[in-house]
């Protein structure tokens, strides 16, 4: 018999291993492998090197969807982060994270996107939606919202920051208060105001928990996809076809998968490298 | 004098905060009370312009969305994606984090991160492809298959945690006791963990409950989520805002009533992962 300090439990992890070989690191795989081959419907496919990202270098629609996914992204990061560190450390003055609060706090992002689609349908509709009227009692014109090119990205980034910036602020209440407590109470006696306290003892120590919290939004906000194809498919016209719609239109509308392939693979190598940059930049705000 | 000056400064800056708090519960609130209200207004009133704020509630919309469409059948098909999701997702990962929590192997629980973090279209070509030749596009096992992609790397990384923080005499006297390894993990380490369990069994739950991408391609007419179904709604031009509200109204309930139960464990588990990673 074997001694129970010696028993090997390695076996346990198995099952696992081999469903994520088959459901995500083949798959992985074989879309790497359909991005380097030209494949048209009813007709073989056959392979064609990088090709596909010669093409995406060629394809005004391909930079389109860059510069609306960075536009998207870096607005949307920005609000929650800014907004989320403000309501964050309001939470924690106000010791205001509990019970009904709390639920108020962590019901956004707990729906599912397509409610929260649905429910941006109905309230930003340029003429029977409720935001207008709203606007109108305070005197502001009607906007299209949705329904407007110059306005569908940042009407989405502030849905979406509606829906995170409860829980960003919920990371930073979680990281304040496992902060020593009496750094800032030293601060108070050295006589340091409310915005140097901020800028030179609160936000450096915060720094690797708001780095946690951007990698989060990171992942969601560069893939970005479900709240756009419900509400406006990536329109009007194209100017809300980010990144991942156009993989999604390419793919499943075009059925051209090697290209679709290609921008995936590109989406993809960006969430990495995106989240590799802030694991870096973690390790030099730690303290 | 200059004591009262402060004491009345901190009594303001105490108001000032909760009148920001109870702004920001009004900004998160609202959307959703229009939305539930909205599924409770008379037909006619609900894209009345002006809008109306006071009306009489009424189930018209409910009734009609469940007697006039298949919602009740989508409503059945997510709860049966979700349900065995998570089963499936519980069963893999229990061991595996275990496993991996007694060996401190870390590279298994980096690799799901990646699961985690590609975007799900890159994944849906192939699984197109492949559920095609298996025949089950359109069959509710296409869609507990790829949902439990999402729900296992969450189960992994909520339970690590659990399994870190266990004694292990507790196992180790188990194995000495004649226990056999898959006896141990269910009589001595499952009660343990309960907790863990009933966490990552809520947020894998809620998790693909909410998933939209994967069934929208995915699933057939008899296998289609109320996520799908609801979105077809739009695209249908359908500009009945009851009934698509209330629809929004049912799917909501589930996560927003199971979240309440798991509420101060909620952003630990859904940042698992980051804070290492």
Known sequence: ?287 | MVTRGLVTRRRVMRLLDSVQVGLVVLVLIAPVAWMVASAFKPRTEVAAYPPRFLFTPVLDNFAELFRRTDFLDNTLNSLIVAGGSTLLGLALAFPAAFAMSWHRMSWPATATLFARMAPGTLFLLPWLMMFTALGLVGSLWALVLTHAVITLPVAIWVLLPYFDGMPRELVESAQIDGCRQHQTLLRVVLPIAMPGVVVAAILCFVFSWNYFLFALVLSGFDSKTAIVASFNFIGEGVTNWGALMAAATVIAIPPLVLTLLIQRRLVGGLAAGAVKG
Do not use: C, K
């Open chain 1, 1 to 287: 018999m074997r001694r129970g300090g010696a028993t090997s439990f390695r076996w346990m992890v198995a099952p696992a291993l081999v469903f994520a070989a088959a459901m995500i690191v083949l798959p992985f795989l074989y879309a790497g492998w359909l991005s380097l081959q030209e494949t048209m419907i009813g007709m073989p496919s056959r392979f064609a090197g990088f090709g596909n990202y010669a093409r995406l270098a060629r394809d005004a629609e391909f930079w389109n969807g860059l510069r609306l996914t960075l536009l998207l992204y870096l607005l949307s990061l920005g609000l929650q982060l800014v907004a989320g560190t403000w309501l964050g450390l309001l939470l924690a003055r106000a010791d205001a994270a509990r019970g009904l609060v709390r639920t108020v706090l962590v019901s956004p992002f707990m729906l599912p996107p397509v409610v929260v689609g649905m429910m941006a349908i109905v309230i930003l509709d340029p003429g029977l939606g409720v935001a207008n009227y709203l606007l109108g009692q305070i005197g502001v014109a009607p906007r299209l919202f949705l329904a407007d090119p110059d306005t569908v990205i940042l009407t989405v980034a502030l849905v979406d920051t509606w829906q995170w910036t409860p829980f960003v602020a919920l990371i930073v209440l979680g990281g304040y208060l496992s902060l020593p407590q009496e750094l800032f109470e030293a601060a108070e006696i050295d006589g340091a105001g409310g915005w140097r306290r901020f800028w030179h003892v609160t936000l450096p120590l915060l720094a690797p928990t708001l780095v946690t919290a951007a990698v989060l939004r990171s992942v969601d906000l560069l893939r970005f996809f479900d709240v756009i194809y419900i509400t406006t498919s990536g329109g009007p016209g194209n100017a809300s076809t980010t990144l991942n719609i156009l993989a999604y239109r390419r793919g499943f509308e075009f059925f051209e998968f090697g290209y679709a392939a290609a921008i995936m693979v590109t989406l993809s190598a960006m969430v990495f490298g995106t989240v590799l940059a802030f694991a870096r930049l973690r390790r030099s705000v730690a303290w």
